[in-house]
């Protein structure tokens, strides 16, 4: 028979991936008197290898069991805990990583690192490791005669209390059978009086003769799990000279290992029980691992699709029964109260489930530890990691996607924020930073914050740079956090100054427009010599967003709320004037562009030209603009659903909804729409008209 | 046809079992550790125990302690899947009562070929 | 799926639609669903065959206007115009694309030997598109090519990769 074991790979993987995050956080705090920790980690690797044997990977089997074999040394008390043995133990953890990734994506890993670190597991294991106790191969004996031996001779005495070992000697009969042809002679001479007779214990025994030329080795097998719970003897069964000898008489001359008893024959050896252990493993302090059932995110996805057309359908009959509120009857009563009933119901529903997605943000969180540790001590910098509010959830698709920007703003604050020691000690500080981590939730966003207690970032240094990229112009009065947000603009960061310090080649304008591309939102406050904090908010979930309604012509769109500043009436004088082409408007102090949707969406234009627009102040990629609609509708919140699923990917908008009329309504993408919407000369435009009113309003000062 | 508690905290190596066993008729239950496994068992007829060694929560030697304590797994058998063959592993195995074990790493035929030493 | 019951039977089921006066074919287990017009919304900037998309059962489903994308001129929307979702194997997933067509007509049993290769020149259809005629009563019915058909144009699949 055989069975595709590739279909069980994606779990094992995705199973040993969680074991070695188990593995690294606990090997970064053991305390090497916790035992349930070092167990932890132990299993994990345990868990790791085992799966590796079985689906096929042996060399992920091989250089984790080395792995293995150490830490079980170091949870029996053989070997110490050492720094030095932590730092290979993690790297390990990387390389069994490697592999896995490898694994996972069917090519060979070339690191040169998995064999330097097998060496070194190898060499550390042989160093101080207590010999292993040498298993003795089962001795050899001189095959005796082997020439005329057609088979053995099985002499097999049960204690009575083997059945209860869930073992049953029918079976083993059988095996032997397939082993060749066999000869059984039961032995009742131990069956006690029927009255005395336990039928839960058992008094026979068997004496057979196999004809085979297997191997001793292939007999013992069949009796492996009883061989403490009986008498067993084997002898060579030979040509002549004992076939003739009576059955019952076994000769044990040969090789009985030194537990048989030398008298097997005689009468009735009285059951000595064998001497078990009594020794019963306390029973496990349940841990604070809740019970859980690993679901397909598939499942849960379709859950929450299923939800979502339960709020559309939900909407659609609180229309339906708002409409039929003028009749004056009992029924419309009932029907009321019932619709306000299931409305309530629905959005709790919705709100729990989308809770089973969601995800403390501590598998974010965890992997800091690490990298602090090894960031901290490659810039010989001294570093308290702190962390707080790890237990508060968010969306795991959101989750995958915040990793790598926060994993480069706490980079950016251990490379940039925090000064070496020696620079701590001169400003008065502690020699050891702090970067603090903290998460909590706020509204329908969770914040996450990157505190640290470094230098602050340097505003004159961003000035002139900003300066030197042509980012702002001489003498263009900024406040110093607007000077501080400057660091987020694309082409402020260079690769030249980026590489030198921490080998990175994106800027912190790309991790504002992964954020944003979350729908988040990224910001920093910083103070000179006490440090900087930079905070991240996203929204808690993709599945649904809190939308502005705007009509253009018949056509309805959903502006993200996340995204809007303000929605103003505006004439179209206002429009008209300022550039010729009512390209660009002035809200509060400084200019935007415009972007009218009609156009950008080539909508077909509508007869009745108004004499006034509405404008919604959108702030998307670091940039405000105002759209143009006809019409604001409302805001509800939505649920939101790909176009890519059955069609693909449209510029400027990020999905799709289903409004409560059934119909489909399109999401705009803001920073995409402004990057459609906008030409280059109204940037430009933009540039020089902002630059004149900083001018215009430093001459008024 | 027999049913057979499966016990193993690796939900892959558990697939792997319960896939192979459902294809050859039987009846599987599956639990995560020691202590859902006992409580499964309480509620379960079953013919046979596969039970990994090393798990959270209740490890494999104690279920099997505590499920010989059960008169209904009395004379089940209880197999121990396990990668340490070492002698006094198996030892604990049996002073708990476990019928016999399968080391780690198997493939389908061999945890077919062995389950046929203990159930028909 | 389909492929396999292509394979076992020599005959299979189809559906036609008619399209300015001829009459297509698409197999009948490609039929999602058949529904009347309804209007659709609109995507900016697609081009004129992509009418827009259409809520289907909560599933956002693109339709295009098959006589649109023949290049056959446009038809005003009436009672018997519908739109016929089809399944269509593009790469390693399936999408659901609705087809607007001026009215349903028969299901048929077409067997293998009533089936002709597509002449290289269509009658304004891409060759492409066609995967073979069939004659039926003395009728030619055009069967589609529906994975070709619907993973070209507008409806192909991004370059990029965005999934």
């Not at chain 1, 591309?517 to 990224?522: A, E, I, R």
């Amino acid at each position: 028979m055989s069975i595709d074991l590739s279909q069980f790979i994606p779990t094992f993987l995705e199973e040993s991936f969680e074991g070695l995050e188990v593995m690294e956080s606990g090997l970064l705090n053991l305390d090497a008197n916790d035992s349930e920790q070092i167990n932890a980690i132990f299993r994990a690797a345990h868990s790791i290898k085992g799966g590796a044997g079985t689906f096929g990977f042996g060399h992920i089997t091989e250089f984790t069991h080395v792995v293995e074999t150490l830490l079980d040394e170091v949870r029996g008390g053989d070997r110490a805990f050492t720094p030095s043995l932590q730092s290979l133990l993690l790297q390990s953890v990387d390389c069994i990583r490697m592999l896995l990734e490898a694994a996972r994506d069917g090519v060979e890993c070339e690191s040169d690192q998995i064999g330097t670190v097998h060496q070194e597991l190898v060499a550390e294991l042989e160093g101080g490791a207590p010999a292993p106790a040498t298993d003795t191969p089962q001795a050899h004996p001189a095959d005796t005669g082997a020439q005329q031996q057609k088979g053995w001779l099985i002499h097999f005495v049960p204690e009575p209390h083997l059945l209860m070992t869930g073992n049953e000697p029918i079976l083993m009969m059988s095996a032997l059978a397939e082993l060749g042809d066999t000869e059984l002679s039961v032995l009742e001479d131990k069956l006690p009086e029927f009255s005395e007779l336990n039928p839960e214990e058992l008094h026979l025994a068997w004496q057979v003769q196999l004809f085979s030329d297997c191997s001793e080795a292939d007999v013992r097998e069949v009796f492996e799990w009883v061989e403490d719970d009986c008498e067993l003897t084997i002898t060579p069964l030979m040509d002549t000279a004992v076939e003739s000898a009576p059955a019952e008489e076994p000769a044990p001359q040969v090789d009985t290992p030194v537990e048989q008893p030398t008298a097997a024959e005689t009468p009735a050896p009285t059951t000595q029980e064998t001497p078990k252990t009594a020794a019963k493993p306390a029973a496990r302090k349940a841990s604070q691992e809740a019970g859980s059932i690993r679901v397909g995110i598939d499942k849960i996805d379709g859950l929450i699709n299923r939800v979502g057309e339960l709020v559309i359908t939900q909407s659609m009959l609180s229309q339906a029964g708002s409409e039929l509120a003028e009749q004056d009857l009992p029924a419309v009563e009932r029907l009321h109260e019932g619709l306000v009933q299931l409305e309530r119901n629905t959005r709790d529903l919705q709100e729990e489930v989308m809770r089973i997605r969601m995800l403390p943000i501590s598998f974010v969180f965890n992997r800091f530890p690490r990298m602090v540790h090894d960031v901290s001590a490659k810039l010989n910098k001294q570093v308290e990691l702190k962390l707080s509010g790890e237990q508060t959830e968010l969306d795991k698709t959101v989750m995958e996607k915040i990793g790598d920007p926060l994993v480069h703003l706490v980079r950016n604050s251990l490379d940039h924020g925090l000064e070496p020691p020696e620079e701590r000690l001169a400003a008065g500080k502690d020699e050891t930073g702090i970067v603090h981590l903290n998460a909590y939730h706020q509204g329908g966003y969770i914040v996450i914050e990157i505190k640290d207690d470094g230098r602050g970032l340097n505003t004159e240094r961003i000035r002139e740079k900003a300066l030197e990229n042509g980012l702002i112009s001489p003498d263009q009065p900024l406040a110093e956090s607007e000077i501080h947000e400057l660091i987020f603009r694309a082409g402020f960061s260079t690769a030249a100054e980026v590489s030198d310090l921490s080998g990175r080649g994106v800027g912190m304008d790309v991790v504002r427009k992964n954020i944003e591309s979350l729908g988040g939102h990224v910001s920093v406050q910083s103070e000179t010599g006490k440090g900087s904090t930079f905070t991240v908010s996203l929204p808690l979930t993709l599945a649904i967003l809190d939308g502005q309604l705007v009509q253009i012509n018949d056509e309805v769109y959903i502006v993200p709320l996340v995204s809007v500043v303000e929605s103003i009436q505006v004439a179209d004088s206002e429009l008209q004037g300022i550039a010729g082409e009512g390209r660009l408007f002035r809200f509060r102090d400084e200019y935007i562009p415009i972007i009218h949707l009609r156009r950008v969406f080539d909508v077909a234009s509508s007869a009745a030209t108004a004499s006034t627009s509405l404008m919604v102040v959108v702030e998307g990629g670091g940039m405000k603009v105002g759209l143009i609609v006809d019409d604001l509708q409302g805001q509800q919140q939505v649920v939101i659903k790909s176009l890519e699923t059955n069609y693909k990917r449209v510029d400027g908008i990020s999905g799709a909804t289903i409004l409560g009329d059934g119909d489909v309504a399109l999401i705009l993408d803001v920073a995409g729409l402004i990057k459609i919407g906008l030409e280059p000369t109204t940037k430009h435009e933009l540039h020089r008209k902002n630059e004149q009113l900083q001018v215009e309003e430093e001459a008024l000062a | 046809m027999a049913t057979v508690l499966v016990v193993d905290d690796s939900a892959s190596l558990r697939n792997m079992v319960t896939f192979t066993l459902k294809q050859q008729g039987y009846d599987v239950v599956e639990a995560g550790n020691g202590q859902e496994a006992l409580t499964k068992a309480k509620g379960t007829k079953c013919d046979l125990v596969l039970s990994d060694v090393n798990m959270p929560i209740m490890d494999g030697i104690t279920l099997c302690s505590e499920l010989r304590k059960l008169p209904a797994f009395k004379f089940t058998p209880i197999l121990m899947l396990t990668t340490e063959s070492s002698p006094e592993m198996k030892q604990k195995g049996k002073a708990a009562g476990a019928t016999g074990w399968l080391v780690k790493p198997f493939n389908p035929d061999t945890l077919l070929a062995t389950m046929k030493r203990v159930v028909r | 799926m389909t492929d396999v019951a292509d394979m076992l039977v020599d005959s299979r089921q189809v559906l036609t639609f008619i399209l300015a006066e001829e009459e297509y074919a698409v197999d009948i287990l490609r039929v999602q669903e058949i529904r009347g017009w309804s209007a659709v919304t609109r995507i900016p900037n697609a081009p004129d065959y992509m009418k827009g998309v259409l809520n289907l059962r909560g599933a956002i489903i693109p339709v295009i206007d098959l006589r649109l994308r023949f290049g056959f001129g446009a038809r005003a929307y009436d009672q018997t115009t519908v739109i016929v979702v089809v399944w269509v194997n593009s790469g390693d997933r399936q999408r659901s694309i609705g087809l607007v067509v001026d009215a349903v007509a028969e299901t048929y049993a077409i067997s293998n030997d009533e089936m002709s290769p597509a002449p290289l020149m269509g009658a304004g259809v891409e060759p492409d598109f066609i995967e073979g005629l069939a004659t039926l009563d003395e009728k030619m019915i055009i069967l589609l090519n529906l994975d070709y058909l619907l993973n070209s144009g507008d409806l192909a699949l991004d370059e990029s990769g965005s999934e």
